[in-house]
């Protein structure tokens, strides 16, 4: 068990509304014989970055957003779909992380925050940051609220004993079997992992459908980015 450490990136916000009529085609070409059938979920945009401050004008964008708790074929599609649809803006990369929306005002680290990760560089050539066309890291165990109130609550006491001047290893200990008492966790409790897991998929992997609905969700979160360069889009209603 170790003390955690947060680093906050101050960027400049803009809010943006809109939709985009032109990125509206998913395709399958290419597909696995394998493939998982796969819907697209309705998604709401919690921040997005796009930059063009790289090596010789390369282009990134980074987008973040919330769906329903869901199978993992399905978050995976939802991720895969958006980044797609970005980089038809001209992105040479994109990286798409969606989180779970079930937390309400519980503090949590990111890391336990995430259903599914894509980064996408259509054109390796152009890409200074991932070495494949698709890179796919899903959830393979959710953490749930409970872990995270006895993570939250195991950091606050190993920071009270640490700053009283106890040594590491006690507090450590000490801090633990505090909250294993409180949460009913057996005495050697770990705390959790991230939640997400690299994987070898890839866009072959999977047959994609949407519900119109779904998808004018990821056509808003296109219009919101079209035309916005080095600025954070903190909204897109």
Avoid at 100 to 108: I, K, M, S, Y
Wanted: charged residues 25%; proline residues 3%; contains cysteine.
């Amino acid at each position: 068990m170790t003390a955690i450490r947060y680093l906050l990136l101050p960027f400049l916000l803009v809010a943006c509304t809109g939709s985009d009529k032109e990125q509206n085609a998913i395709s399958n070409d290419g597909i696995s014989s394998a493939a998982k059938s796969a819907n697209i979920l309705p998604i709401k945009l919690t921040h997005g970055f796009v930059t063009n401050m790289l090596q010789d004008q390369k282009t990134k964008a980074t987008i973040v957003g919330t769906v329903d708790a869901s199978n993992k074929d399905d978050l995976t599609s939802t991720a895969i779909v958006l980044a797609e649809q970005v980089a038809k803006l001209g992105i040479d990369m994109v990286e798409v992380t969606l989180d779970r929306n079930d937390l309400g005002e519980l503090a949590t680290e990111n890391r336990y925050k995430h259903y599914v990760r894509v980064a996408y560089a259509p054109d390796l050539k152009r890409s200074i940051a991932f070495d494949r066309n698709w890179e796919i890291a899903v959830a393979e165990d959710v953490v749930s609220k409970q872990m995270i109130l006895a993570s939250n609550q195991y950091h606050e006491l190993y920071n009270k004993y640490v700053q009283a001047g106890m040594n590491g290893d006690k507090a450590d200990k000490k801090a633990g079997a505090s909250i294993a008492k409180d949460f009913g966790l057996a005495p050697d409790w770990r705390l959790p992992l991230d939640n997400l897991r690299d994987t070898k998929l890839s866009r072959a992997d999977f047959f994609i459908k949407s519900e119109p609905q779904n998808f004018s969700a990821i056509e808003k979160i296109i219009g919101c980015l079209k035309n916005k360069m080095n600025f954070t889009i903190k909204s897109c209603e």
